[in-house]
């Protein structure tokens, strides 16, 4: 079963379609705030008025303070939102998740927020791209593509270890200086 | 999300906690399921792939948040299992879940202004998930937490191999 190239191709392409789907479906998750589930600044911007009075789980960035401003923005569409009642003081660019009521006038009357400083936001993408090296590095390592059995196979050897690799390229280098 | 290297090491350290007792699951499949880790995080594509083109393109709504559930997970792995050699399907499968739910099970427990972790399980369970909000996202002691489970793993990983002979 899905040993021909054929048998696969067509799989792949279903499981894409399948894959497509979920998300139009999640996409369309109705608001349910017993349920945890909030309006977002995608339905904020679609509809302010709709929701004033509601709850709302918003995600964007602070553009100015006293008082905190936040700018959502979604599809190419943007909105700035004062912040009333934040407890906290973040910063200009700061990446802030609210969760408040909407009130009249581009105001957000905070329940509860969670700030990620800049910083940490440098911290994690550059963790994360590290995570990304070292793991492609191991799957390179143990696996290898072969495009004429169009599949992903296991190396029959494994590639030596990076560290092995650049031991030796060290060795190398100091043996002929 | 929790930052991708706790995820994988998180992965690492339940993969290599896992081949002490199952004795195929050796580097070669540990690896399988540190990139299983990554598997919900296949969301983060939005940063690439904005949702409205995705959205022309298909003519439907579109969200890659559903990418970051257990549904979104199981069927990505389908398509990385599909691409594998038919011998090797299994056991990436396994390896592949192991990953991914490892991913969902360290998101779960993020701190967020609601209090709930979102749809992780979605669709099996349709609604968001309480968490005890036991981190952030960009806090970096999360991250050393697993490394140090990884290291003590790989100490008792290779202890069992030596007393095995």
Known sequence: MLDTRAARVATLAILTAALLWLCARFATLPPDTGAGNFPNAGNLLSDYDALVGREVLLTGTVVSTDPAVLEIARGGRVMRLVLRDLAASPAVGDRVQVHGTVRPGRVVEVIDAVVVPRSGLRYAWSVSFLAGLWVLGRLVRFWRIDPGRFAVVARSRPLAPASATLRNWLRRVIDRG | MVDLLAHALFAYAACTLLGVRVAWIGPRYVTVGMAGAFVPDLSKLR?????????????????????HTA??????????????????????????????ASHLLADAMLRTATGYSGHLLWPFVPTALPTPGLYLSTEPWPTLVAAGLAVGVRVIARHGRGVEG
């Open chain 2, 47 to 67: 940063l690439v792939v904005p949702e409205s083109l995705v959205r022309e393109a298909i003519g439907l709504p579109f969200a890659w948040g559903g990418l």
């Open chain 2, 71 to 100: 549904g979104g997970s199981l069927v990505s792995i389908a398509i990385g299992v599909v691409l594998v050699e038919p011998g090797e399907r299994r056991r990436v499968a396994a390896m592949l879940a192991i990953g991914a």
